[in-house]
T-cell receptor, first 112, second 114 residues
Framework: DGGITQSPKYLFRKEGQNVTLSCEQNLNHDAMYWYRQDPGQGLRLIYYSQIVNDFQKGDIAEGYSVSREKKESFPLTVTSAQKNPTAFYLC???????????FGPGTRLTVL | AQKVTQAQTEISVVEKEDVTLDCVYETRDTTYYLFWYKQPPSGELVFLIRRNSFDEQNEISGRYSWNFQKSTSSFNFTITASQVVDSAVYFCALPSGGYQKVTFGTGTKLQVIP
């Protein structure tokens, strides 16, 4: 079945540690996205990529980094520079243009 | 700047009641699309509908219907005869910036009580 995989579902890290969240899609989509969701704030765009080896900052990119070496993969690193990293992170993909985005199941990151 | 407002933070209804979720948007684009997504407790967003600005006809899909009115910049979502499985957070969304960036509303949490 085609879809988006995010792992792990729950992630715990100590403050000051970098952590990488995985996102893989087998939908053959060109575009991929990372969102952060906090209670009462909806979804906020962190980074997006329209094509391999290219990505752009979203609205809240500070403290995060990404790579897009393969079409299927778009990992997100939450660095120690991110002041409040505890949140629910959602990865999405789309074929671009006027179409909907497909979402993964999300990773809930808790920094202790 | 793009903006999506979902003024209803939480709504509770008794099963079988009808419920309408409001969405008001702002955009300077003359051509645009609007989306609705459902986020059940599991967390994954599920696409419900896409509507373009050229088509103001109401859309009906089973118990779901959507009312799009450009004159009031609204794209409201009605669930008829609500069911417990409809309990979720619902998001209205507006693409922009070449349609690769999407502005989401803050969501409306719907609780359907049996």
């Amino acid at each position: 079945d085609g879809g988006i995989t995010q792992s792990p579902k729950y992630l715990f890290r100590k403050e000051g540690q970098n952590v990488t969240l995985s996102c893989e899609q087998n939908l053959n989509h060109d575009a991929m996205y990372w969102y952060r969701q906090d209670p009462g704030q909806g979804l906020r765009l962190i980074y997006y990529s329209q094509i391999v080896n290219d990505f752009q900052k979203g609205d809240i990119a500070e403290g995060y980094s990404v790579s897009r070496e393969k079409k299927e993969s778009f990992p997100l690193t939450v660095t120690s520079a991110q002041k409040n990293p505890t949140a629910f992170y959602l990865c999405a993909s789309s074929s671009g243009g006027f179409v909907e985005q497909f979402f993964g199941p999300g990773t809930r990151l808790t920094v202790l | 700047a793009q903006k999506v407002t979902q003024a209803q933070t939480e709504i509770s209804v008794v099963e079988k009641e009808d419920v309408t979720l409001d969405c008001v948007y702002e955009t300077r684009d003359t051509t645009y699309y609007l989306f609705w997504y459902k986020q059940p407790p599991s967390g994954e967003l599920v696409f419900l509908i896409r509507r373009n600005s050229f088509d103001e006809q109401n859309e009906i899909s089973g118990r779901y219907s959507w009312n799009f009115q450009k004159s009031t910049s609204s794209f409201n979502f009605t669930i008829t005869a609500s069911q417990v499985v409809d309990s979720a957070v619902y998001f209205c969304a507006l693409p922009s910036g070449g349609y690769q960036k999407v502005t989401f509303g803050t969501g409306t949490k719907l609780q359907v009580i049996p």
